[in-house]
């Protein structure tokens, strides 16, 4: 037999206990595990009772690529109360995106912070940065977590002990829906200083497109423009690129005297930092030198593209049964551009002469 005592210095109460098998996913952290019918089944918040889940699916997040140049979102982040959005945290310095940093302090308060609860994920990238500031001996430890019932049990995925690009996959998870991701120093007087910067948080079987905030970065009264994809899955031979691209003058001096230019990146684990040209210009490379490709390649002047047109590009066999994504950048600041109705998949029978678009199934 078994004696459970739970003590206490202070008043408490205690009430709907429970002693038996565990629920599925410990109900997702949203009901009460009750034994009924020889099984045991969930008790729902909303007292509605089920024999796997209380899950409701409507409020899960789906991919999110958070860069802190906004304030945070309450409704999905929670954080310690000494944290910080900026630019510069301690020694360090962005001049792209900001930081959050977590700084130590005297109080027995530990730093974290919490976002979710998302889909199923299929991996979460990170920057993440750690100093020692304390003038004292400092064992605490940095851990990335991930929790499926709500908080109730925390497990840990990742120790992070120096500074660097994290990447975590979560395929492998056995209960993988409404996750919660946790950064949080381990003791509870904290004695570091670290910082988060551009999580990258990718949920299975989504069809977003875009980033939730392509990024204009702004800086000394100038906005750079850039355009980037989620990555599509493992590119198949014949594939293609295509979208409706429209290039405007610039502002301040009217004129078309600039360029876009469509890039590609597979290095997943590094966190896609290495951007190449999809198709090099041709006076760089003959490969690609063909009747339909342009002789500059997947580098677009503004000046040919005062009105839309569609463009469709071929991708190379080099990226065959990769993952990759597709940016687009200017090279200049304050230029804009409008891209619709991308398409990356097969291509179409003679890109449909010309006359048509290219889909799934076909031309339209």
């Known amino acids: 037999s078994i004696l459970i005592r739970i003590q206490s210095d202070r008043l408490f109460t205690l009430n709907h206990i429970y002693i038996g098998p565990s629920c599925p996913a410990n109900c997702y952290g949203h009901g009460k595990c009750l034994w009924k019918t020889e099984q045991a089944i969930c008790q729902c918040d909303n007292n509605q009772t089920s024999e796997t889940n209380c899950l409701q699916k409507n409020l899960l997040l789906s991919s999110l690529y958070e860069t802190f140049e906004n304030k945070l979102n309450s409704s999905i982040w929670s954080i310690s109360s000494h944290v910080q959005l900026t630019h510069r945290c301690y020694n360090r310095q962005s001049k792209t995106t900001p930081y959050l940093c977590f700084l130590p302090n005297n109080y027995t308060h530990q730093n974290y912070a919490i976002i979710g609860p998302f889909k199923a994920l299929k991996y979460v990238l990170f920057k993440f940065g750690l100093q020692y500031v304390s003038l004292t001996n400092c064992s605490n430890q940095i851990l990335f977590q991930y929790s499926y019932d709500n908080g109730i049990q925390w497990y840990t995925k990742k120790i992070l002990d120096e500074t660097n690009n994290i990447f975590e996959r979560f395929d492998d998870l056995l209960i993988n829906m409404n996750i919660y991701l946790r ?11 670290w910082n988060l910067r551009s999580i990258s948080i990718r949920t299975k079987n989504d069809e977003n497109l875009w980033f939730e905030n392509n990024l204009h970065i702004e800086q000394k009264n100038e906005i750079n423009y850039d355009a980037q994809t989620w990555e599509f899955p493992l590119i198949q031979s014949s594939s293609i690129i295509q979208f409706d691209l429209q290039m405007f003058p610039l502002k301040k001096t009217n004129n078309t005297n600039w360029y876009l230019i469509l890039e590609i990146s597979s290095n997943i684990i ?10 090099p210009s041709c ?16 580098l677009f002047l503004a000046q040919l593209y005062q009105q839309q047109r569609n463009v469709t590009i071929p991708i190379p066999d080099s990226y065959v049964n990769q993952e990759v994504r597709f940016r687009w950048t200017t090279s200049q ?7 619709n109705k991308v398409y990356v998949g097969a291509d179409c029978p003679w890109f449909c002469s010309g006359h048509g678009l290219c889909q799934s199934n076909g031309c339209q």
């Open 183 to 193: 950064w949080i120093e381990e003791n509870d007087q904290s004695c570091l200083m």
């Open 333 to 339: 600041s304050n230029a804009r551009f409008m891209i």
């Open 283 to 298: 006076n760089q490379t003959n490969l690609y030198c063909e009747d339909k490709i342009a002789s500059t390649g997947s």
């Open 270 to 279: 590094h966190g896609w930092s290495h951007w190449i040209s999809l198709i």
